[in-house]
Structure formats: structure tokens, C-alpha cells
């Protein structure tokens, strides 16, 4: 896992750091068999993300990257833990504090076609921010927006348009935008390129590199796309039914993988070279667990070919180094 670790007296090296994260989201009467029953998005999970880095979540969809990076940035509310920023329990925080740190706090959204309010001109959906905090009124707001145009590779004289008129690329690219709006420290980029067709999707890549470089950004990058997270990463978390089941390096977790489901998401990756296409790839078996009533132990063990008794019985830490941990009774290597 990336970053530093706070300790008594001295000052963390983390950007954002998150302790014993939980949200459970109640389910209807009669879903899942019985009343009262909560799924498990994310169920104590700690990360860290150092500044100017990028920390990737992957993990299978349904895993809980994307209500974890909500989490983060206090879009939705925890059920328990906190969440620390630049040091400080954003928690806490209430009414002015909490507007005023949440400037440094932006996300991406997935889906450029949804995330875009189709009946607002694109001057307006990329001022949203600014006129939410009274920034830039006037004729400033109008430079405003078209120098973060300019920023993502857009034409000003294209904000007097609507959405409707731009493809898939440009309309991330007006997220992307509105995102970097009010100069935040922290963006969390929910899967920016999983909608955009394969030959755009290296363009807004290269964008947010650039302006990560530009604008010291830190970012915490999620996707079920192991060669997109490979270029854009410095370090990995991945996910496994609301747990943290490995984070390191992003280089020692794609080589020497030591959970058993990282290996599968790495041997599943597609692969450019056509001398490896002949090569048994090892296919991960089984359905998903339920998140409202996940397996006892180890989540994994009613997936996993290496699991023994124990895996049942009781459920592994996450330990190991603050750079390299993994949550196995048996680590392979």
C-alpha cells in the first residue's frame, strides 16, 4: 500500500489516509431472503495515497472501488471509520470546513454521457463548481471556463454547446474539466475510460498524466481494466467483496503477485505479445459471493483452488509491509 504511516509527533507523508472504512447499504424487505439485511460495499478497509501519486483500485465489478472513492472524498457517508486529509478527519467537519476543504476533492465519473446535465450549455455544467462556491463571477467566469477548455483540449467557442453535440471523448474531457475547476489536490477517477471507445481511451489517459504532472494531482484511479491500471499507477489496491485483498507497488503486485485472486486478475489481462496467446491462462472459477452474506473466513475461499481448512475458520489480516501487504493464510511465493 502507498505512503507513509502517522505516528505520534510526526506528520504523516499521506495525502489521504482511511482507517477501518465500512458502508453498509440496508437492503428492501424480502430481498435476499430476510429483513434487516445490510450489503457490505466496503467492509474495513485502510488505504493510504501518498501526494502526487496515483493509487489504482481494481477488482471485480460489484467489488466496492466505486463506493470506497465516494467514501473518500465524503460524497456519500461512511458507516464507520474515518477518513484523514492532509492530516485531518474529514469527518468531522461541518458546514464552512467542510465546503472549504472539499475544493480539494473532485471526482471523474464513468459514464460521460450520464454525468452531463444534457439541458445545460457546457459553460455551465464546467462553472458548476465555481458558482457552487462563488468563484469567478462575471466575466472572469467565462475566461475561467474557457483556460480549463483550453486545459483538456477543447475550443472556447465550443462552450455556448450542449452535450449532445460532443462524442463520448470530448464529453470526459467537460468532465474532466469541471473536475479540475476549483485547482483540487485530490481527484478520484471512477473508471474515465471504461465507456470510451478503445482508440480515444489513450487520449484521455495521456490528458490526466499531463495534468497530474501540471497541476501536482494526486489521484485515486479505479478500474476492472489491469492494462489500463498498469500504464496510469504508481501503486494497486485490489478489491475483493468490500476487502482489500493485496496492495503494493503497482510493478511487485502485476509480477509477483501474492494473493491468489490478484493472480487470476493478472493472468486474465490481456496480453500484447502473440507468442503468449498459446499460453494456458488460469481461469478463476465460481460465482461471486453474496456481499449481504459473504462466505465465513477468508471471502475468497469458495473461489480459490489453494484454500485448506483454516480459510474457513478464520478470516486474514492485511499484513505485511506499509508498501506490500497481503490478506492470505497461504501468500503465494
Same mark, same amino acid.
Request: a positive charge; glycine letters at 10%.
Given at each position: 500500500m502507498s505512503g507513509g504511516v502517522m505516528t505520534d509527533g510526526a506528520m504523516s507523508e499521506n495525502?489521504?489516509?482511511?482507517?477501518?472504512?465500512?458502508?453498509?447499504?440496508?437492503?428492501?424487505?424480502?430481498?435476499?431472503?430476510?429483513?434487516?439485511?445490510?450489503?457490505?460495499?466496503?467492509?474495513?478497509v485502510d488505504i493510504s495515497i501518498r501526494e502526487r501519486e496515483t493509487l489504482?483500485?481494481?477488482g471485480e465489478s460489484g467489488c466496492g472501488k466505486s463506493t470506497l472513492?465516494? #467514501? !473518500?472524498?465524503? &460524497?456519500? @457517508?461512511?458507516?464507520?471509520? +474515518?477518513?484523514? %486529509?492532509?492530516?485531518? $478527519?474529514?469527518?468531522?467537519?461541518?458546514?464552512?470546513?467542510l465546503r472549504e476543504r472539499k475544493r480539494d476533492m473532485q471526482i471523474i465519473f464513468q459514464d460521460p454521457y450520464?454525468?452531463?446535465?444534457?439541458?445545460?450549455?457546457i459553460e455551465d455544467i464546467i462553472a458548476e463548481p465555481l458558482d457552487a462556491h462563488g468563484e469567478f463571477r462575471g466575466p472572469r467566469r467565462r475566461e475561467r471556463v474557457a483556460a480549463l477548455m483550453d486545459m483538456v483540449g477543447l475550443q472556447a467557442d465550443f462552450m455556448s454547446?450542449?452535450?449532445?453535440?460532443?462524442?463520448?471523448?470530448?464529453?470526459?474531457?467537460?468532465g474532466i474539466a469541471r473536475a479540475l475547476a476549483l485547482d483540487p489536490k485530490f481527484i478520484v477517477c471512477d473508471e474515465?475510460?471504461?465507456?470510451?471507445?478503445?482508440?480515444?481511451?489513450?487520449?484521455?489517459?495521456? #490528458? !490526466?498524466?499531463? &495534468?497530474? @504532472?501540471?497541476?501536482?494531482? +494526486?489521484?485515486? %484511479?479505479?478500474?476492472? $481494466?489491469?492494462?489500463v491500471v498498469r500504464h496510469v499507477s504508481d501503486s494497486v489496491c485490489v478489491m475483493?467483496?468490500?476487502?482489500?485483498?493485496?496492495?503494493?507497488?503497482?510493478?511487485?503486485?502485476?509480477?509477483?503477485?501474492r494473493h491468489p485472486y490478484t493472480m487470476f486478475l493478472v493472468q486474465a489481462a490481456p496480453r500484447p505479445?502473440?507468442?503468449?496467446?498459446?499460453v494456458e491462462k488460469l481461469i478463476l472459477q465460481g460465482e461471486l459471493p453474496s456481499p449481504v452474506n459473504p462466505p465465513s473466513g477468508c471471502r475468497f475461499r469458495t473461489r480459490c483452488p489453494y484454500a485448506k481448512a483454516v480459510c474457513a475458520e478464520r478470516e486474514p489480516p492485511l499484513e505485511g509491509t506499509e508498501r506490500r501487504r497481503v490478506a492470505c493464510h497461504f501468500p503465494l511465493g
Open positions: 495525502l489521504v489516509e482511511a482507517r477501518g472504512l465500512r458502508k453498509l447499504f440496508p437492503v428492501e424487505k424480502g430481498i435476499f431472503g430476510s429483513s434487516g439485511a445490510s450489503i457490505k460495499a466496503v467492509d474495513g489504482a483500485c481494481v472513492g465516494r #467514501l !473518500l472524498i465524503r &460524497l456519500i @457517508e461512511p458507516s464507520a471509520g +474515518t477518513v484523514r %486529509f492532509e492530516g485531518s $478527519d474529514i469527518l468531522e467537519l461541518r458546514g464552512k470546513k450520464a454525468s452531463l446535465n444534457p439541458r445545460m450549455k454547446r450542449f452535450p449532445h453535440m460532443f462524442s463520448g471523448g470530448q464529453r470526459q474531457r467537460i474515465p475510460v471504461s465507456a470510451l471507445d478503445v482508440s480515444i481511451q489513450s487520449q484521455v489517459l495521456n #490528458l !490526466l498524466d499531463e &495534468l497530474k @504532472e501540471r497541476k501536482r494531482l +494526486t489521484y485515486f %484511479f479505479i478500474s476492472h $481494466d489491469l492494462s475483493f467483496l468490500g476487502k482489500v485483498v493485496e496492495s503494493g507497488p503497482t510493478k511487485g503486485v502485476y509480477e509477483r503477485p505479445d502473440p507468442h503468449l496467446r498459446l
